[in-house]
């Protein structure tokens, strides 16, 4: 997939965020029984740039897509957060230390595991 133009200090990703794509993504839908049953070549068609999407019921609930599309996508969460978290620091929000921070994931992790 290739960048296209910054925007914002940001690479615009032209490929995923064009209505070429979404159209296209939704052209190649399978059922999960289907996925299973042909998932090597699912797979062949995301490494040549074709995703895939996986319904249950009728409704999407997964996607077979080329790593650079999931690359790009983990890239803008990571720039998204990024710009939450000054924000919130440009207007005076609360900021914890990383031993607060680690205390609170793992007493989170031992509630869930209970």
Do not use: K, Q
């Not at 969460?77 to 990024?82: F, K, P, R, T």
């Not at 929000?93 to 509630?111: H, I, K, N, Q, Y």
Request: hydrophobic share 45%; aromatic share 4%; no cysteine.
């Amino acid at each position: 997939m290739d960048a296209s133009p910054v925007r914002g200090g940001v690479p615009h990703l032209a490929g995923v965020h064009g209505d070429a794509y979404t159209t296209f993504m939704t052209d190649n839908t399978v059922t999960v029984r289907e996925a299973r049953a042909h998932l090597a070549e699912h797979i062949n068609r995301a490494e040549e740039g074709t995703p895939t999407v996986i319904t249950r019921n009728g409704t999407p609930v997964a996607a077979v897509v080329p790593i650079t599309d999931f690359e790009a996508l983990e890239e803008a969460a990571d720039v998204m957060l990024a710009r939450e978290a000054e924000a919130v620091l440009a207007d005076g929000g609360p900021t914890v230390s990383m031993a607060e921070l680690l205390a609170d994931l793992f007493s989170e992790r031992g509630e869930g595991a209970a």
